[in-house]
């Protein structure tokens, strides 16, 4: 079973920046969100998609990443 990151980058466009959505999904939640984000950006280190931008934010604890833009590269 695909995870939301790998479901969100196989519904991407080929080298066309975007955003890991947040409402309407199960991303509305912070510790999902940043653990997707982070499976994203672990795509990146393989060479799959690009990190176009990146925010964090000191919530629940720690440092979430709260907003991810990226580019599908293959």
């Not at 969100?8 to 997707?36: I, K, M, T």
């Not at 604890?61 to 293959?74: N, W």
């Amino acid at each position: 079973m695909p995870t939301i990151a790998r479901t969100v980058y196989l519904d991407s466009e080929l080298g066309v920046d975007q955003d890991l959505p947040h409402a309407g999904s199960a991303l509305e939640h912070p510790l999902v969100f940043d653990d997707a984000a982070r499976e994203l950006k672990q795509l990146a280190e393989a060479g799959l998609v690009e990190i176009v931008d990146e925010h964090r934010s000191d919530r629940l604890g720690g440092s979430l990443i709260d907003r991810l833009r990226f580019r599908r590269l293959r």
